[in-house]
């Protein structure tokens, strides 16, 4: 019996929680990975303020490297958190995106006000997306 497009679906894109606060991990499919300081600079950047141009990451990530160096370091990046993942984390071209099945813990906690300046933070961050968005 043939199984349904649901079923592959779920299967080929286990849903994904990336935890930024407190303890930053990956939980995928029921693993936790833990997640270097740059893997987890990289997924809150582009949680954060993501679409982001490639370029940009990559420079704001590795300052000090040749631009050459920075988008190397980057698609090494990129390839290594989705083979530990095992399934891709962010759409990548031309920018980058979180995919629509990787949630973070940081909209719930701003909807819930669980945290002290949860609005503070949101316009900030607003700010910081406006920043980071420039060229």
């Known amino acids: 019996m043939p199984r349904s497009a649901t079923s592959l ?31 987890a600079a990289l997924l809150a ?9 490639t370029e940009r990451v990559a420079g704001l990530l590795w300052p000090a490297a040749t631009a050459r160096q920075a988008d190397t370091s980057l698609r090494q990046r990129l390839y290594r958190l989705r083979r530990e993942a095992q399934t891709p984390l962010m759409d990548s071209a031309a920018t980058l995106s979180l995919r629509p099945e990787v949630h973070t813990d940081l909209a719930g906690a ?11 933070w949101c316009r900030w961050l607003q700010q910081e997306q406006v920043t980071l968005a420039r060229p």
């Open 9 to 39: 679906d779920s299967k080929a894109t286990p849903a994904c929680e990336l935890c930024l606060l407190g303890a930053t991990v990956l939980r995928v499919g029921g693993r936790t990975i833990a997640l270097s300081a740059k893997d």
């Open 45 to 53: 950047l582009v949680a954060c303020a993501g679409p982001l141009r």
């Open 110 to 120: 701003i909807a819930s006000d669980e945290h002290a300046g949860a609005e503070r």
